[in-house]
């Protein structure tokens, strides 16, 4: 029942490929793997420049008009890429201050942002403001689904998750927001409820694999890398307590990872969490490549290869 | 098409069974990697052009002179002119921003993130590196025992700016704290104009955790910016100096 459209989908693309004249040639590409490759950023802090030539450790680096060049010749060279952001889009430069946001989500629109998901930050000038930014210049979702905005002005103007289509490939991607008490002041949070993440995850996940029939599943957070206080929930304790999450995109710990981190989730099956420091120094770039396979022949527990990409 | 219907068949029924259902896609392999943004990078005309309005106007902004500086203010511990300007600006626009009477202001040192303000004309880029945090003013109502606890912090880290208030550090703990003229009294409620980070237990402040925090989203570096206006509605320039508010006991 579940495969069923894709059985029919698969059917009549092997139908049409062996009917073909080249037939063996689609019929090898058809079994070739697939790839998908991601690009990720997470808390741009509103630096749309690159840092100024001050002596400063980061003194160049960044800037979207050199991440859009970079972003731009990745895309020439693949065809399957998604472009997602990890959140605290806003607040750190005077260009925030200034203009509150237009010209950080302008830009991201620009760039082709797949999804991002939200930040303490992102709440720093408002919701009001941050709904108005979003409705006038986003052309990308905001996904979050461990806040309920209900009754304030965030209200419908984000989605808990969305299932991208790449080639043969169902994406499913979904957001988790940080615990705004102590961190987001009340009169900025205001009536937002936060939900559990690691429940919300979970269920957001399942739904995504199981009903949304998806062959990967990630998470865009904004809980932080990991903590020393046990209390907290991260990215570390999400990957172990999850159950049908692929890839978490991390932020908020603004944590320069050499590599991306494997986790075994609660099944035994890999979780990758990566993250990319903060201000736009860093893109990340993950390839994935998909085989296909029978139910029967699935491993009891998913594991992935991960090794640094050279050249490229 | 019309000449094979019998091979379509035969395909169909090889491509059902071969592909019995439950088929899935499954990540198998993850190649990473981590490119630094610089200018070597090939730029996007299309985003420079974008952001070019915007940069004019900020860097106009930011050049802007908001007022003048008549003394050259350094960073120092136990006390310096400097973090004594912050912290006047931090009581004075707390009191106005809350509506109430403040008795005490203090900040950590190391928001301090210039060495020195130098005499002249201070722009409003000169402010953001002062304070580019965006941590935000706030108000707590801390008993005087707790308001001890955290100025030995101050003590034990060699000094922080305090306004309001004098003290003495003695074996890095704060003694002879005087506020409003009076010595601390340990079971009286006072009004302290603080950074959220501080609030939050930042610099090991963790006796203030627990202390409701009254915010309205202020972010202290407005405090200073909206504290340079008001001395120059007044005819005044932006100065400070060490008055002995805080001092090493001998």
């Given at each position: 029942m579940l495969n069923r459209k894709r059985f029919i989908r698969q059917a009549a693309l092997s139908a049409g490929a062996i009917m073909a004249g080249p037939s063996l040639l689609k019929a090898a590409e058809y079994f070739s793997p697939l790839k998908l490759t991601i690009l990720h950023t997470n808390d741009t802090h509103s630096r749309l420049e690159p840092f100024p030539m001050d002596g400063g450790r980061n003194q160049g680096l960044g800037g979207i008009a050199g991440r859009s060049g970079l972003i731009n010749k990745i895309r020439s060279e693949e065809e399957h890429v998604l472009l997602f952001d990890a959140g605290d889009i806003f607040q750190g430069t005077p260009y925030f201050n200034i203009y509150k946001g237009e010209p950080e989500i302008k830009a991201m629109t620009n760039m082709g942002y797949d999804a991002c998901t939200i930040g303490n930050h992102d709440f720093d000038a408002g919701m009001e403001n941050l709904a108005?930014?979003?409705?006038?210049?986003?052309?990308?979702?905001?996904?979050?689904?461990?806040?309920?905005?209900?009754?304030?002005?965030?209200?419908n103007k984000t989605q808990p998750y969305k299932v991208f289509r790449k080639g043969k490939l169902k994406i499913g991607v979904f957001g988790v927001g940080i615990?705004?008490?102590?961190?987001?002041?009340?009169?900025?949070?205001?009536?937002?409820?936060?939900?559990?993440?690691?429940?919300?995850?979970?269920?957001?996940a399942d739904r995504l694999k199981k009903y949304e029939d998806c062959d990967m599943v990630i998470c865009l957070s904004h809980l932080g890398n990991k903590y020393k206080e046990s209390n907290l929930i991260s990215d570390e304790v999400l990957a172990k307590e999850s159950e049908n999450i692929d890839l978490i995109i991390g932020g908020h710990t603004h944590t320069f990872l050499d590599n991306p981190i494997e986790y075994k989730n609660k099944k035994g099956d890999d979780v990758i969490v990566n993250q990319v420091g903060f201000a736009g120094i860093i893109l990340g770039r993950l390839d994935f490549e998909f085989s296909k396979f029978s139910g029967k022949k699935l491993a009891k527990s998913h594991t992935i290869s991960v090794s640094q990409k050279t050249g490229g | 098409m019309k000449k094979n219907p019998p091979f379509l068949l035969i395909a169909f029924v090889f491509i059902s069974?071969?592909?019995?259902?439950?088929?899935?896609?499954?990540?198998?392999?993850?190649?990473?990697?981590?490119y630094r943004i610089n200018s070597a990078?090939?730029?996007?005309?299309?985003?420079?052009?974008?952001?070019?309005?915007?940069?004019?106007?900020?860097n106009k902004t930011m050049n802007d002179v908001v007022g003048v500086a008549s003394v050259s203010m350094d960073k120092k511990q136990?006390?310096?002119?400097?973090?004594?300007?912050?912290?006047?600006?931090?009581?004075?626009?707390?009191?106005?921003?809350?509506?109430t009477k403040v008795d005490v202001a203090v900040m950590n040192f190391g928001g301090i993130r210039l060495t020195q303000l130098a005499s002249g004309n201070v722009t409003t880029g000169k402010i953001f590196e002062l304070m580019p945090f965006d941590n935000v003013l706030?108000?707590?109502?801390?008993?005087?025992?707790?308001?001890?606890?955290?100025?030995?912090?101050?003590?034990?880290?060699g000094g922080w700016p305090v306004?309001?208030?004098?003290?003495?550090?003695?074996?890095?703990?704060?003694?002879?704290?005087?506020?409003g003229g009076k010595p601390l009294d340990p079971n009286t409620v006072y009004t302290l104009a603080n950074s959220d980070f501080l609030a939050n237990g930042g610099d090991n402040a963790d006796m203030l955790r627990t202390i409701p925090q009254i915010?309205?989203?202020?972010?202290?570096?407005?405090?200073?910016?909206?504290?340079?206006?008001?001395?120059?509605?007044?005819?005044?320039?932006?100065?400070a100096n060490i008055e002995n508010r805080v001092t090493n006991a001998q």
């Open positions: 108005t930014q979003l409705t006038r210049h986003a052309k990308f979702p905001m996904l979050v689904a461990n806040y309920d905005f209900t009754n304030t002005p965030m209200e615990e705004g008490k102590g961190l987001i002041p009340d009169s900025l949070f205001g009536a937002t409820k936060y939900l559990d993440p690691v429940k919300k995850a979970n269920e957001v | 069974v071969a592909f019995s259902c439950n088929t899935v896609y499954q990540s198998q392999t993850l190649q990473y990697k981590t990078e090939q730029q996007d005309s299309s985003l420079l052009n974008f952001l070019q309005p915007y940069s004019v106007n900020v136990p006390e310096g002119a400097l973090g004594n300007f912050m912290v006047d600006a931090f009581i004075t626009m707390a009191a106005e921003q809350y509506n706030i108000l707590q109502k801390v008993k005087g025992s707790a308001l001890q606890e955290f100025l030995n912090i101050a003590a034990e880290k306004a309001g208030m004098t003290m003495q550090i003695k074996d890095k703990k704060a003694v002879n704290i005087m506020i915010s309205n989203g202020y972010l202290m570096r407005d405090a200073i910016l909206d504290y340079i206006k008001k001395l120059k509605s007044q005819g005044k320039n932006i100065s």
